[in-house]
């Protein structure tokens, strides 16, 4: 099998991947021109190019108390300190590269399309002597003290070791694993947090992800995440016609206060999903209004070409949105692993229990630049001799239905302590099981708080 060496292997192509490149091809010069300097392995998809990056401005103290209040007081103080010192860092990294912004609803919203934006960084990248491998990582190739050295890289019809003096970890989160998602979705790539968990990658929050309900799945339209004022103007409805949501959510949808009680209207989708198909129905919208939401949200694109009339009425789902457990670090990106990082939605620590939009896109390059920075100091010779390989992914509709049926916005302990007795009854679990068993674990030990709604 083919070798290559690297002094630095980023894993994710998404802001907090590429961020961390950039950040460490300007800290980092070498003379030695049989290693690569740095080489991000990934495949092009990614959360940040579906997302329309819209940034939360606001004071460090707001944003402290914010994050504080929404995450139930267990962020990581460490953490949300770092986070909000550096903050105004996501906004300067936006204009160094030339980003257009405009004002948005929250703070700021770039003018161009998360893939015009991630293209914009992976130039800068590359103009800095960064490479990409248009692949994915397999397995990870570890030392005899059990550290992260390495992976099995599957590029094309090859696969090629890839041997790293550091490692950050930038894949996202567990996006790929949910039936229904807003994010996207690759089945034969192995989910890194399961790979890092059997390589002995300390995780934490695991029990903590977040959902959304409006995940359009309808057949006349792209599957995709809507969002803006359209929601306050919508309508939800059975598949008789009939609404369902309660008082408290409506008025909250309608009042645009439905964000401090997000956990609770995902849970009431979640329980309609169960019983019949979800529809929005827009028909009471004016045309004028329509036609403006179109040309003006960030959303607007999902219904280019259609009139109103068109399609008044669609089928909507609840989804997996947004990791909140992952890797844990430190301020300075560090995982429990020496040479090991990492950054962006692979973390945890931040969010505390629960996530309020708007700040993730900011971590994601906050804890990026952070990573790379601190990846480009004392580096040494990549190495070798004695790695083993680990994980054993297998991703599927079986493993997806798990991770939708049973580790969804609702969990019963009941149906997690059948699933975990299944599960471990089995011999050779793959990676991917090995993370529900672990999750299962975290969301019985926690009480229902946050985002691990638990019954
Ligand atoms: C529809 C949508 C809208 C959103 N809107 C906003 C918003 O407006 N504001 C906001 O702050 N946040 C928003 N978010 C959240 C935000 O976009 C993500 O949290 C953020 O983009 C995560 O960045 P990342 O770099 O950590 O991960 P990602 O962008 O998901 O990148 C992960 C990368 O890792 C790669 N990867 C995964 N597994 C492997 C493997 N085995 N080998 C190699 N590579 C691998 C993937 O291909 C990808 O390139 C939104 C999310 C979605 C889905």
Redesign the pocket.
Known sequence: MKTIKTFCLI???????LEAGISFLKNFSTSKKEIKKCII???I????R??????MDCSEKEIKEKIWNAGNHLSDPEILKTFSENHKHSISILKELEIPLKKSNIGYIPCLSGTNIINIFEKKFISLGGERING??EKYLVNQEGIIKGAVVYHGNERINLIASKIII???GL?SLYKYT??YS?DS????LALSLEAGIALENLEFNMFHPFLIIDKNLSTS?ISGEILQKGKYADNKGKEFLSKEIKDALINNTFHSLFPKMVNEFYTQSLKSKIYMDISNLSDDYFERYKKENEFGWIFKNKKLNEVKKFEIHPAF??SIGGIKINSKSETNQEGVYAA???TTGLHGANRI??????E?LVFGKIAGENAAANITLPKEDNLTVIGNSLIDSRIKNIFWNNLGPIKKYKDLESLKTKISLKNNLSSEEKLVLEIIKSSIKRRSIGANFII
Not at 45 to 48: A, K, L
Not at 357 to 362: E, K, M, V
């Open positions: 894993i994710g192509s998404g802001a907090a991947g392995v990934s495949p998809i990614s959360n940040s579906i997302s329309p990056w819209n940034i994915f990582v930038a894949s996202g996006t807003t994010g690759y790539m192995p989910n890194i995440l949105h947004y962006g939605e692979v939009g708007g700040f993730a896109i900011s994601a």
